[in-house]
């Protein structure tokens, strides 16, 4: 499997895919982007930022997500406690095709995650999904990261709405 930086040529796709999420989230009886996030301004707006990434295996695009080093005003307040103190990247709006769901696509795109995370310094990868949204979760445990708690959202059209903030260690973090 491939991972290329996404661009406007593929928002085609990437917005299939979205749907495809949001359509299972949805069967999940869940609320989680059922109010118009992510959309295919969202994800323009990421292709534009350099920080949206592709897997790709034979030509067909599998899976996407956003990948940032910047920090995340969600998770400046936690009813929990994160693994570190420092600078940390984040990882959002992971999708896997229908088609692909449950053959290891989102374990190999977090690896590819922590690895670029890796590379431009960072201790340790968050991300957060919706407390009902199991899949997710089972997938964010297999890679290794550790439910630190609850936060709010910050922004947006899914403002105040409840998640759980996970984080993965990179390695061992001075200070903490």
């Known amino acids: 499997m491939d991972f290329i930086v996404a661009t406007t040529e593929h ?4 917005c299939e895919i979205t749907d495809q999420a949001k359509r299972q989230l949805r069967n999940l009886g869940l609320d989680q982007w ?3 996030y992510p959309s295919r301004e969202v994800w323009t707006q990421d292709a534009e930022d350099g920080c949206s990434y592709l897997a ?11 990948f ?3 920090p995340d005003p969600s998770y400046a307040v936690i009813d929990g406690e994160w693994l570190t103190d420092g600078e940390y990247a984040s990882m959002h709006r992971v999708c896997v095709s229908d088609d ?16 670029m995370a890796r590379k431009a310094g960072f201790c340790s990868v968050r991300i957060d999904t919706h407390p ?8 964010l445990a297999k890679a290794g990261f550790v439910a630190c708690g609850e936060i709010r959202l ?10 759980i903030g996970f984080e993965k260690m990179l390695c061992s973090c001075i200070g903490r």
């Open 11 to 14: 928002l085609d796709r990437m």
């Open 34 to 36: 059922q109010r118009g």
């Open 56 to 66: 790709v295996e034979e030509g067909e695009i599998l899976g996407v997500f956003a």
């Open 68 to 70: 940032q080093t910047t």
């Open 100 to 115: 692909c769901k449950g053959k290891g696509v989102a374990g190999k795109m977090f690896a590819y995650g922590f690895e």
């Open 132 to 139: 009902g949204n199991l899949p997710m979760q089972r997938a």
């Open 154 to 163: 910050v922004g947006g059209c899914e403002d105040g709405d409840l998640r």
